[in-house]
Each structure stands twice: as structure tokens, then as C-alpha cells.
């Protein structure tokens, strides 16, 4: 078994090992959202778990009684799985702490409070070059903090959130040891394998995942790539990937080409950013978490910061094409497109705008291969005169 | 003589034959610059209007009177900016008392508006002739089919359009929606580098049932935020508003309130004096500016409530006796809708979510103006959690009566439209009220025709009646 493979074992087994950990007392924190930091619920003595599903069409829609059908596919899986009864863990998490950055997460949050689930929000103030604004989610987490106190009955102590910050700094050392691997040419890893990582490395005690990415990381370095050179490399733009919602990733490889780059703002372990451990700990965390890190699409302003930051990727990962991944009545994404289409038509980038409601039927594969084989088809030839 | 319609149109909406010369000229300027045509005119005044108003009374037709009078206001902001006034733009929902404060102080200095909720609230209910404006939007990236909404296009394409300026400084909310702030950000970057921009926003995070006019943490962060919006606002256009004049707009919000709860009290009787559709102008001085001023409209207002009054007294009304259906938001610019559900016996007295609870209309505990503003403000409950705002509801139904509730009509709303389904529930609850819910769009009917809804209208019409009997 591959160190891949092992590591979605890991994933796929997590909800089984953490019901035997709240068998033995350790309460089980659901959170949901890049602004809640994974670090504060390990160093409260609780397992984290990320609520990031999707790709299936059923569990947005078991949504529809409680939501009108303009939101998020990805937003409204987070709690569909749990409303058909097929989520293995929302019913045994003790808390669940949703960001509140935008609307789809705000009414997700309402929607998880109306059906009696354990919730902490987190408000996140897209506002974010403001002192006020950084005031508060520096509140919020202190709040957040209190709550895991008081739910867990252990005080979270600079010591052990210095470790906490630590484990979760040398996972996201490891990610970004492997992400940079795919600046070579050819890359030692695809982006399908890459997203997957970020996936599972969400899923496992970190002393494991510490140990096993570096021994991937091992690996891919010695290891022969699995690429021949002349896939087209891509950068994969969007919301999120969720886990589960591998089809147009898969798709884009399995078509010829390779990601080897990525802007999604969820879903993702923004390897590049590590908190600081010295000093006051809240403070660095805010400092990571909501300033440092590219602003997600809602933060304002935002856009222009971030397409200056997909030119520099299509530039130092030597992006031959953007695929720009958009979830159905995601509307800020949506405008947000038009945006960064614009920019790669100056830049000389091909663009290519794929829309998903995680309908993923006979009928929608057809037009969708033969779309991302065109656009893969187009810049090999590009490349080609 | 040849007939005119721009005069006739005039007339309609209760102009004086002394206000003609002045403007004639400048409604039909204006009427071409928003993109109305003769034969929209025509439409306006001889069918649209007449249809859905009862135009017997006066103050219904000072109500069309005063918005055409800040209709064409609106078109003149390069003229004003050419004076040396300052354009200062806001879109809904935002606290308007600044926005008054500064034409208070400096009414020659400052042009304020909301345009988009000026063109877009105005323009399909009484021409309906909004599809340029959304069809503009969509063609410049706000994509069909995301649900976009239509105030926001609105904004955009009337920028694009060149109807309206770039302004001096607009001060976006995002206080309910995302899609608001995001919009400006997207008009400044796509086709206009110079709409510059000033944000206040404040998340979504409180839990459901929160009283969060009480809770002086949240208050005190939304007085902040508006402090600091209102001083870099104050800075950038060079004029300077004492908390007295803000004081001072309290004071002329909360009296157009009181004179709205007496109008709705009116609307409550049985039978009604008069349709949702005569009195959806009125409301929307709450939430939105008139550069022109508040004073035509709350003439308009006085006159109305004298007149309904008398209908009440002479029981003088629509469907007496029909069951009494209450709903969140009326959808105005689409005032066939109301017609459906009178046709079919079921009467609609106003918009319920709009409507002021008591406390709504009690001065606020806070001396301090920036206090006081965000105190109102969460006491609105669109404005909060929907816990509270079901809470709200449940006193609105048990002062106006109900017999059935309505939602939707807000599909392209992320906040408040994306609440109703629960929101729904939630007041079922508590009022054991039947509750239903339209999927629909309050701003514009490309999507949901009145072909398409007739049927779910005159289904719930049946099943209202049949609970009534």
C-alpha cells in the first residue's frame, strides 16, 4: 500500500477511531470554514473534525426544507449528509464551530441550530482592512477558546497551544514541501493526488500525518513522476474542492493535462502561511488566519489582491491554463470570474469556467469531458506552434 | 393640440398645472435618460398604472408624483456634481439617516442617492421596463442564471449605462447581503475605476432567538463601524454633520415611521380601504434617501391617511369579509401578483416584514447618535437573526391579524430571502398559522411570470378560503 493509500485509509477509518475516543471521554469538535483554527480545538484536549463533503447531488438537496435551492452546493452538503441520515459524525460531534464569513454559512449555521445541533459561530468580518475588523475575530476566537474550555473542562494554556500550533505547522511544512514538487517539470504529483492530501490530512492524529506526508514527501523526491512533461499545467481556481467532489480534478488529469497549482479558498490547508509560535498566540493566529493568507473571495477588497496572486502562480508554476471552478449560485464566485477572466485574456492565459451543482449524471459527464478535453486539446496545441 | 403624454403622465401622478412648465422639460429629459421611450409613457398612463391604482385617491397619486420628482433628480447628478455638489450614494438596506443628515446640513453641497433602489423600485412597477438594466448586467458578467440580484445589476448597468455618475464616495453596506459590497468592488473594477468605495459590514453569527438591540456589544460594534463610515464619508466630501442634525433626522424618521403604523393600522380594516399596491411608494422612505427630500412624499402620506380614514368610516373598501393573507415582502414591482390573490377573494394589507413592531417605533435607549442608529437598526427584524425576527412576526400577526402567512419573493436575496423556508416553519410554530412559501423575485418577473405563478396563487387562495369557511 502507497503512503497515498494509507492516508485515505486513515481518513476514511477517522470516524470510527474518534467514536472510540468519545467512548473514552475526548469530545469531538465538527468546524467548517478556514477561519476556525484547527489548533485551538487540539490544544483544548478535543479532536477536530473538518465538515468539508460534496460532490454528491442528494444532500444538497435534502436541504430544500429548510433553504431556499440559491445556495451553495458545498454549503448546503455540510449539513444535507447529516439530514438523509448517512453522516457518520455530525450526530456524535459535541460542538460544532461554523465560520460566518458569508451568507451560505450564516444560514448554514441557522439551519444547523434549527435542527438541535451543538454550534459555536464564528463571525469573520470580511471587512478585514480594519483594526475594528481584526478586533473582532480576535474576540471571536477568544470566545471560541472559551467555549472549548468550557466544553472540554481544560484550559487552553499558551503551552499547549504553542503545540498544537506546532503539529499543525509541521503538517502544513510537509504539504508545502510536496506542493512545491510540482513546480518541477515534470511535477512529482498531480493536483487530483495533492487536493486528496489536503483532504486527508484534516483526517488524522497529526503525529501521524506529520510522519507519513514526510515520508511521502521522501518518496516523491526520489521517485520518478508520474507525468511525461508535456501535460499542459494547470491551475485550478475556485471556492473549494469539498472531499468527495474529485470528478473535474480527476477529469482534468485523466484528460491530459496536470494541476500543479490551486487558489481554492476552502477545503485547502494554505500551506504556505505557518502560525508564529513566540509571543501572544491568539495574536498570531489572527495574524495568519485573517490577514496574512490570500482574502477569500467575500473578504473586501479582495480582488485584486488575488489575481495579482493567481498572475504570480501562473508565473512561478509556469501555468500553461486556469480552470476556474465555480459552484452553482455561488454569487460572489461568480463575479469574482469575470474578474480573473479578464486578467488571464491580459496575461495570454487560456480560461476555461466550469460550473458544478454536484450533478455528476450520465448526461452532465458528456458536455463536461468533452469541454475540459477541448480546453487541455487547445493549449497543447498552443503550446505546439 | 396634439395630445402629450408626458404632460398626461404628469397629471396622473398629481402634478400641479403650476409645476408643469418646470417639469415637463425636465421629466421628458429624464424619462430618455433612463432609457423610457413615448410608448412606455403611453403604457405607464393608460394601462400599467391605472390597472393596479386606484387612482381616485390623491395621495396615491402624489405618491407616483413625489418618486418621478426624485426619479429625475436622480438623472441630474452630473448637473449637480457641475455645481460643486458631492454625490454620495448608499444602497439598501443602509442606516439613511446619514444620508439625510448631510443633505440636511449641506442640501446645495451634497447629492445623495440609492440609485439602484431609486431605478429598480420605480421603474417595473410603474413602466415595467427593467430588462435593459438586468440584461445589461448579465451581458457585463452577472450571469443569468447564479440568481444575481436585480437592485445590484441595476447599479451596474446604470453606472455602465452612464445614467448615473461615479460617485463622490459610496458607502456600501453589507449588513444583510454579500452580494451589495461585492457589487461596488465589481463596478470599480469592470467598468468604472473611479466608483469609489467606503464598507461597513457586520457578520452573521449571532444564534437564533438573540434580542441583539440588547446585547450592547453588538451595538457598540455596529456604532463603531458606522462612526467610522460616517467620519470617512464626512472627510472625503468635505462637509462636517453636528450629531444634532443626525439627531435631527431621528427625529423625521421616527414621525414618517408613526404616520406609516397609522397608514398600516388603516390597511388592517375590514374591509380594506385601499390595495398594498396604493401604499408600497410610501414605504419605501423608510429605507432609502430621496435627494429631493422626504417632505412631497410625506404630504402625499398625510393626504392618504385622511382620505383612507374616511373609507374606513364610510366602510368603503376591497373584499369585505375575504380571509386576510399576510406577506414577509409584497412583491411591488410586480403588483399583478396582489391582483391574483384579490381576484381569487384573499385580501393583502401590507408588506408584514416591513411593518414596525412597537418597540420598532419607540425612541432608542441610547443618547449617543451612532448608539442610537445601531440600536434601531437591530431592532429591525430583517436586520437580525431569525429567531427574532419570528418573534417579531408572531406580535405584528397578533396586532394585525392574520389568517394565513406568505414568504418568498426573495430568491435572489442570500439573507433575507434564503430565511423564508425557515423562517416559515418558525412562525407556524409559534402562531399556528398556515404558513406557504413562493419561489419568486420581488424586483422583476422574467423568471417568475404571472403564467408561471397564477396557479400556486389560486392554489393557496383555495386553501385559505376553505380554512376560513
Known amino acids: ?385 | 393640440m396634439a395630445k402629450d403624454i408626458y404632460e398626461d403622465f404628469l397629471r396622473l401622478a398629481g402634478f400641479e398645472e403650476s409645476e408643469m412648465s418646470e417639469y415637463l422639460p425636465l421629466w421628458r429629459k429624464a424619462s430618455a435618460k433612463v432609457g423610457l421611450t413615448e410608448g412606455d409613457i403611453k403604457y405607464a398612463t393608460e394601462e400599467r398604472i391605472p390597472t393596479y391604482f386606484d387612482l381616485r385617491l390623491k395621495g396615491v397619486r402624489l405618491s407616483i408624483g413625489s418618486y418621478i420628482k426624485e426619479l429625475i433628480d436622480l438623472t441630474r447628478g452630473d448637473e449637480y456634481r457641475e455645481k460643486g455638489a458631492k454625490i454620495v450614494y448608499g444602497i439598501l438596506p443602509a442606516h439613511l439617516h446619514y444620508y439625510y443628515a448631510l443633505k440636511l446640513t449641506a442640501p446645495d453641497k451634497v447629492f445623495v442617492s440609492f440609485p439602484d433602489a431609486c431605478i429598480g423600485g420605480g421603474l417595473n412597477l410603474l413602466f415595467h421596463k427593467l430588462n435593459p438594466y438586468l440584461e445589461n448586467a448579465e451581458r457585463g458578467g452577472a450571469s443569468y442564471g447564479c440568481r444575481h440580484c436585480a437592485l445590484n445589476k441595476t447599479r451596474y448597468a446604470a453606472r455602465n449605462l452612464g445614467v448615473i455618475p461615479s460617485p463622490d464616495i459610496s458607502w456600501i453596506w453589507g449588513l444583510i447581503c454579500d452580494e451589495g459590497p461585492k457589487m461596488d468592488e465589481y463596478i470599480q473594477l469592470k467598468c468604472d475605476p473611479n466608483w469609489k468605495t467606503y464598507v461597513t459590514r457586520i457578520p452573521h453569527d449571532q444564534p437564533l432567538g438573540a434580542v441583539e438591540d440588547e446585547d450592547v456589544s453588538r451595538v457598540e460594534y455596529l456604532a463603531s463601524q458606522m462612526r467610522d463610515g460616517f467620519e470617512f464619508v464626512q472627510k472625503e466630501i468635505g462637509i462636517k454633520v453636528t450629531d444634532d442634525k443626525v439627531q435631527e433626522v431621528v427625529n423625521i424618521w421616527q414621525r414618517y415611521a408613526g404616520k406609516l403604523f397609522e397608514l398600516y393600522g388603516l390597511l388592517a380594516c375590514d374591509p380594506q380601504p385601499a390595495s398594498a399596491i396604493d401604499t408600497n411608494l410610501f414605504g419605501t422612505l423608510l429605507f432609502m434617501p430621496y435627494n429631493t427630500g422626504i417632505e412631497s412624499m410625506e404630504k402625499a402620506l398625510d393626504i392618504l391617511i385622511e382620505e383612507l380614514k374616511q373609507r374606513v368610516a364610510n366602510k368603503e373598501g376591497i373584499l369585505p369579509g375575504a380571509p386576510k393573507l399576510m406577506m414577509w415582502g409584497i412583491p411591488a414591482n410586480n403588483p399583478w401578483v396582489v391582483k391574483i390573490f384579490e381576484e381569487n377573494g384573499v385580501r393583502l394589507p401590507f408588506s408584514l416584514g416591513f411593518v414596525l413592531t412597537k418597540k420598532q417605533v419607540t425612541p432608542p435607549t441610547f443618547k449617543d447618535p451612532y448608539m442610537a442608529a445601531a440600536e434601531t437598526w437591530f431592532r429591525m427584524g430583517p436586520n437580525c437573526n431569525i429567531g427574532y425576527e419570528a418573534e417579531q412576526i408572531r406580535e405584528k400577526i397578533e396586532t394585525y391579524g392574520a389568517d394565513a402567512m406568505v414568504f418568498g419573493f426573495f430568491d435572489f436575496d442570500r439573507w433575507l430571502g434564503g430565511s423564508h423556508r425557515l423562517l416559515a416553519r418558525m412562525v407556524e410554530e409559534k402562531c399556528g398559522l398556515p404558513t406557504f412559501y413562493i419561489e419568486g423575485d420581488s424586483w422583476e418577473d422574467r423568471d417568475y411570470s404571472e403564467e408561471a405563478l397564477r396557479t400556486r396563487i389560486e392554489s393557496i387562495c383555495e386553501i385559505i378560503k376553505m380554512r376560513k369557511s
Request: charged letters at 25%.
Open chain 1, 1 to 385: 500500500m502507497n503512503t497515498i493509500e494509507e492516508l485515505a485509509k486513515i481518513a476514511r477509518t477517522r470516524p470510527e477511531k474518534l467514536k472510540e475516543q468519545k467512548g473514552k471521554g475526548v469530545k469531538l469538535i465538527g468546524y467548517i470554514g478556514r477561519f476556525v483554527p484547527e489548533e485551538l480545538i487540539i490544544a483544548s484536549g478535543a479532536s477536530p473534525y473538518l465538515l468539508c463533503r460534496g460532490g454528491q447531488p442528494e444532500p444538497p438537496d435534502a436541504v430544500m426544507p429548510y433553504l431556499i435551492r440559491f445556495y451553495s452546493p458545498y454549503s448546503r452538503s455540510q449539513i444535507g449528509y447529516h439530514l438523509m441520515g448517512i453522516d457518520p459524525m455530525v450526530p456524535i460531534l459535541d460542538l460544532i464551530a461554523i465560520q460566518a464569513s458569508d451568507c451560505h454559512e450564516a444560514r448554514l449555521a441557522d439551519v444547523c441550530e434549527y435542527c438541535k445541533l451543538p454550534l459555536a459561530r464564528l463571525g469573520v468580518p470580511p471587512d478585514w482592512d480594519k483594526s475594528l475588523s481584526r478586533d473582532y475575530y480576535q474576540k471571536q476566537l477568544i470566545s471560541l477558546k472559551e467555549k472549548l474550555e468550557a466544553l472540554t473542562g481544560h484550559t487552553i494554556t499558551d503551552e499547549k497551544l504553542k503545540g498544537s500550533i506546532e503539529s499543525i505547522n509541521k503538517i502544513r511544512d510537509a504539504l508545502k514541501k510536496i506542493d512545491l514538487l510540482r513546480r518541477e517539470q515534470p511535477p512529482r504529483i498531480g493536483g487530483y493526488d495533492f487536493i486528496r492530501l489536503n483532504h486527508y490530512s484534516f483526517y488524522g492524529d497529526p503525529e501521524v500525518l506529520i510522519v507519513q506526508l514526510n515520508n511521502l514527501y521522501e518518496q516523491l523526491q526520489k521517485g520518478k513522476s508520474p507525468f511525461t512533461g508535456k501535460e499542459p499545467r494547470i491551475l485550478l481556481v475556485g471556492h473549494v474542492i469539498a472531499a468527495g467532489d474529485y470528478v473535474v480534478p480527476k477529469l482534468i488529469e485523466d484528460s491530459g493535462g496536470v494541476i500543479v497549482a490551486e487558489l481554492l479558498d476552502e477545503g485547502m490547508r494554505q500551506c504556505a502561511w505557518n502560525v508564529k509560535t513566540e509571543g501572544d498566540l491568539i495574536a498570531n493566529l489572527v495574524k495568519t488566519y485573517y490577514l496574512e493568507r490570500t482574502p477569500p473571495s467575500i473578504f473586501q477588497p479582495a480582488w485584486e489582491k488575488r489575481v495579482e496572486f493567481i498572475k504570480t502562480l501562473v508565473k512561478d508554476f509556469n501555468i500553461d491554463g486556469v480552470v476556474w471552478y465555480q459552484l452553482t449560485f455561488d454569487e460572489i464566485y461568480s463575479l469574482e470570474s469575470n474578474i480573473v477572466s479578464e486578467a488571464m485574456v491580459e496575461i495570454n492565459t487560456p480560461f476555461l469556467k466550469l460550473e458544478s451543482s454536484y450533478e455528476y449524471s450520465r448526461e452532465a459527464m458528456g458536455p463536461l469531458t468533452t469541454r475540459i478535453e477541448s480546453f487541455i486539446e487547445s493549449i497543447k496545441q498552443k503550446r505546439s506552434r
